[in-house]
T-cell receptor
Framework: GAGVSQSPSNKVTEKGKDVELRCDPI?????LYWYRQRLGQGLEFLIY????????KSGLPSDRFSAERTGESVSTLTIQRTQQEDSAVYLC??????????????????FGPGTRLTVL | GENVEQHPSTLSVQEGDSAVIKCTYS??????FPWYKQELGKRPQLIID?????GEKKDQRIAVTLNKTAKHFSLHITETQPEDSAVYFC?????????????FGQGTELSVKP
């Protein structure tokens, strides 16, 4: 089936503008994660959603960053009043619920292609 | 919070040689350790992972070892090929019934010279 998709693939914006990034997880995946990857660096965790539980927002770098998720589908990451240091690739990942007696979530996170954000 | 250190940052080997990348983590509660490969301009792809109740796992030319006491884990690639050239990231996570965020190392750029 289709993998994780993200849009737009590239976004160029001016400092101070707001941007919205979209993620469509793999169908049926209950957990959705957002990460940020600055040029030449590792991935930084931002936020994750799992079902009806409160999202884990512990990685959001400031109150300019927020994210929403509609049920177990699309998520949007919003960055308000963008700054040049927000320039990065924003990656979304999803994981499924394990079947069987153990329940819980599969550990494997599948990544989308990312949105490259450039703040001028 | 969890912190993951990864070494080396760059690694160059001759085709056919082995490559080893090492990571250490800080949170002893971490129970899941995946390795991702990222080619230039592409998304990270999982290549192998290990859970905390296992000491070693192999998949063809790739193996991962975990030392919980020392809180470190390593990726071993044998018989390297030019197509193994990429950036490799280790990660650590505390995975429960609600999933778990991945804390990544800074990456190792592997170059395999033909």
């Amino acid at each position: 089936g289709a993998g994780v998709s993200q849009s737009p693939s590239n976004k160029v914006t001016e400092k101070g503008k707001d941007v919205e990034l979209r993620c469509d997880p793999i169908s049926g995946h209950t957990a959705l994660y957002w990460y940020r990857q600055r040029l030449g660096q590792g991935l930084e965790f931002l936020i994750y959603f799992q079902g009806n539980s409160a999202p884990d927002k512990s990685g959001l770098p400031s109150d300019r960053f927020s994210a929403e998720r509609t049920g177990e589908s699309v998520s949007t990451l919003t960055i308000q009043r963008t700054q040049q240091e927000d320039s990065a690739v924003y990656l979304c990942a999803s994981s499924s619920k394990m079947m069987g007696l153990a329940g819980g979530l599969s550990r494997t996170q599948y990544f989308g292609p990312g949105t490259r954000l450039t703040v001028l | 919070g969890e912190n993951v250190e990864q070494h080396p940052s760059t690694l160059s080997v001759q085709e056919g040689d082995s490559a080893v990348i090492k990571c250490t983590y800080s949170d002893s509660a971490s129970n899941y350790f995946p390795w991702y490969k990222q080619e230039l301009g592409k998304r990270p792809q999982l290549i192998i992972d290990i859970r905390s109740n296992v000491g070693e796992k192999k998949d063809q030319r790739i193996a991962v070892t975990l030392n919980k006491t020392a809180k470190h884990f390593s990726l071993h690639i044998t018989e390297t090929q030019p197509e193994d050239s990429a950036v490799y990231f280790c990660a650590a996570s505390i995975v429960g019934n609600q999933g778990g965020k991945l804390i990544f190392g800074q990456g190792t750029e592997l170059s395999v010279k033909p």
